[in-house]
């Protein structure tokens, strides 16, 4: 599916990532899980978060020590519907994918599980494990720490996390609802796009070390505003988003808090996540929901609309185009993430066949 | 505590007020429950969804028939950590504690509780419900519709509900974090707020029924704007916030949904709500915990201020504080509510000896 070196198949670039990972030390199961994750991200449109960012943090952080890639994950649980998950340093794309399994499990036996996990590390796109409930029929709940960036109100320079909320919900004949948002303006991914297109950011996104707003991602330096961006417009209600995920993923799980990671050196690279599940069949029949689903999502889209909208979307629409599109005709990457995988490729003396 | 008929004591306008809801028929012990939790909004300075709403919405809408004041609540229950609760049209305030006991109940068997509304009414502020969980060592959710108002990014007119998010974590010295927010930029309530004080709105809060921004409450016809205000800065996030809370109240419980309360008889004044309580000493011993939450907030207090703020304030502290000065030395009420309240007072035959 290789057009010009930059449209590749997505199978294709599984097997590469896994191997890249594998050449690591990363055992042969968790590399093909942290790849297949890696590539539904791009699949789904989400550049920000797929491949682009193997060689450069997941490849790189490997080899800083800052990743345990045979981590001992443990889970200490005193409750049938909750459990702590230890993830060793871990990858965080197997620690998570572990720990939304646990929830998932015992949501089966209590109708509602959750699960609050130390010890991993950067796992990624959400959505992708928040979506692992949709095919048991389940409504998946995936928060994590999403490392350091966001001003708060009335603060000046960076604070707390940029941390991220996802949460999936399946439908019957619509396009499940996946949510997947960073609690601020504007996920940090979305920066390191701007800055590697050239393009400049809107106004209200990120400010300077004095909290001046800034349109150059080079002298974002200060942070990223919450969602709302100012007071007056709701950024109180993204601070307290944000500060609502980290209190779920590290303070209830006894992991590293944002002053923390800043100061120890064995918190370099650690993040915190959350995970939920809630058993739909326990609330009313499976099919009744999907079908209650389908007639919201309908509602949403038959809604008038303003001059010159098509149409109007929700959460996970888009994506799921792009993810069936993307399926079929491949994935265009971009030139720098192509260099960067020959790269990586020639580095770990794997072939890049692509 | 009656200064110029404007500083009311708190515990007297409680009675009063159960006193007003006993005069609907509301039996003595519903009547103080609701009295409590409209006051516990005023002492917490939230002063839009108080006293204020008494007379011309929860007493009107008994009038009007659309509440039933004799309800029976029915819980069904498929597993030890979930239930659907049928609330049979009752006061939302007396729904919605019943709903949160029942979820903390199941929190304190399986961990983790979470109960789905339907056929309740509107509750007033939800804070109320989640901060119940914070005396019994839990982490409390509370999720409920808010009627008709925001207008989705690509709409025109009011669509979705303006539905709103809150939640309590208890701390140790500090104050607890207590989020309470609409999901859009600004809760209704404000915007009733700035009608009755006749000050005008910031642009971005609303639009007309063309999908203009207006800054004059009598011309915000179209709708209130989701948290982010336009999609650059975010508005599918409050939008997606918006979505997730009207699928987990309504879609999972069967309760109605926006386009069927605009559509149906037997829908009007109705609301959906869900509930959910997390139990610490589950997932870590309930002094360390909140020992974490105290160095947490501490750190927030630390962070640098830009010029000429004084301090960075968490989700709650500011509510604290009104809540302790509000008990000690009254609750000030605006003119047009004691109005209200003395019309109220003579309609029901009942003293105003505030």
Same mark, same amino acid.
């Given at each position: 599916?290789?057009?010009?070196?930059?449209?590749?198949?997505?199978?294709?670039?599984?097997?590469?990532?896994?191997?890249?990972?594998?050449?690591?030390?990363?055992?042969?199961?968790?590399?093909?899980?942290?790849?297949?994750?890696?590539?539904?991200?791009?699949?789904?449109?989400?550049?920000?978060?797929?491949?682009?960012?193997?060689?450069?943090?997941?490849?790189?952080?490997?080899?800083?020590?800052?990743?345990?890639?045979?981590?001992?994950?443990?889970?200490?649980?005193?409750?049938?519907?909750?459990?702590?998950?230890?993830?060793?340093?871990?990858?965080?794309?197997?620690?998570?994918?572990?720990?939304?399994?646990?929830?998932?499990?015992?949501?089966?036996?209590?109708?509602?599980?959750?699960?609050?996990?130390?010890?991993?590390?950067?796992?990624?796109? =959400? #959505? /992708?494990?928040?979506?692992?409930?949709?095919?048991?029929?389940? +409504?998946?709940? $995936?928060?994590?720490? *999403? &490392?350091?960036?966001?001003?708060?109100?009335?603060?000046?320079?960076?604070?707390?996390?940029?941390?991220?909320?996802?949460?999936?919900?399946?439908?019957?004949?619509?396009?499940?609802?996946?949510?997947?948002?960073?609690?601020?303006?504007?996920?940090?991914?979305?920066?390191?796009?701007?800055?590697?297109?050239?393009?400049?950011?809107?106004?209200?996104?990120?400010?300077?070390?004095?909290?001046?707003?800034?349109?150059?991602?080079?002298?974002?330096?200060?942070?990223?505003?919450?969602?709302?961006?100012?007071?007056?417009? =709701? #950024? /109180?209600?993204?601070?307290?988003?944000?500060?609502?995920?980290? +209190?779920?993923? $590290?303070?209830?799980? *006894? &992991?590293?808090?944002?002053?923390?990671?800043?100061?120890?050196?064995?918190?370099?690279?650690?993040?915190?996540?959350?995970?939920?599940?809630?058993?739909?069949?326990?609330?009313?029949?499976?099919?009744?929901?999907?079908?209650?689903?389908?007639?919201?999502?309908?509602?949403?889209?038959?809604?008038?609309?303003?001059?010159?909208?098509?149409?109007?979307?929700?959460?996970?629409?888009?994506?799921?185009?792009?993810?069936?599109?993307?399926?079929?005709?491949?994935?265009?990457?971009?030139?720098?993430?192509?260099?960067?995988?020959?790269?990586?490729?020639?580095?770990?003396?794997?072939?890049?066949?692509?």
């Amino acid at each position: 599916m290789a057009v010009n070196g930059s449209t590749v198949d997505a199978g294709k670039l599984a097997d590469f990532s896994a191997k890249a990972l594998e050449k690591m030390g990363v055992p042969e199961e968790d590399a093909r899980l942290t790849a297949r994750i890696l590539v539904a991200a791009d699949l789904r449109g989400v550049d920000s978060h797929g491949v682009a960012h193997l060689a450069p943090f997941y490849i790189r952080r490997i080899k800083d020590g800052l990743i345990n890639v045979k981590p001992q994950i443990k889970v200490i649980s005193k409750a049938p519907g909750t459990a702590i998950m230890d993830g060793d340093g871990g990858l965080g794309f197997v620690v998570g994918y572990r720990a939304m399994e646990e929830a998932m499990k015992r949501a089966e036996m209590t109708g509602a599980g959750f699960i609050t996990v130390r010890n991993s590390t950067h796992y990624g796109a =959400g #959505a /992708y494990y928040a979506m692992m409930a949709l095919s048991r029929d389940m +409504i998946g709940i $995936s928060l994590t720490q *999403g &490392g350091v960036g966001i001003v708060p109100p009335g603060g000046r320079g960076k604070g707390v996390g940029l941390n991220v909320i996802s949460v999936a919900v399946p439908a019957k004949e619509e396009a499940p609802f996946v949510l997947d948002m960073a609690t601020g303006v504007v996920a940090g991914g979305k920066l390191e796009l701007a800055a590697r297109n050239n393009t400049p950011i809107p106004k209200g996104w990120a400010v300077d070390m004095e909290g001046n707003p800034v349109t150059e991602v080079a002298k974002a330096t200060g942070g990223i505003l919450p969602l709302g961006g100012t007071p007056q417009l =709701g #950024a /109180y209600k993204g601070f307290g988003l944000t500060v609502l995920v980290d +209190i779920l993923c $590290s303070t209830l799980s *006894g &992991g590293f808090t944002v002053p923390e990671m800043n100061r120890e050196l064995s918190a370099r690279g650690k993040s915190s996540h959350f995970f939920g599940a809630l058993r739909i069949e326990n609330f009313m029949p499976v099919e009744k929901f999907k079908q209650r689903m389908d007639v919201m999502i309908k509602a949403h889209h038959n809604l008038p609309r303003a001059a010159g909208v098509d149409r109007i979307c929700l959460a996970g629409e888009v994506e799921r185009e792009t993810e069936r599109k993307r399926k079929s005709q491949g994935i265009p990457l971009h030139p720098a993430v192509v260099a960067s995988l020959k790269e990586l490729a020639e580095d770990l003396g794997i072939d890049y066949n692509l």
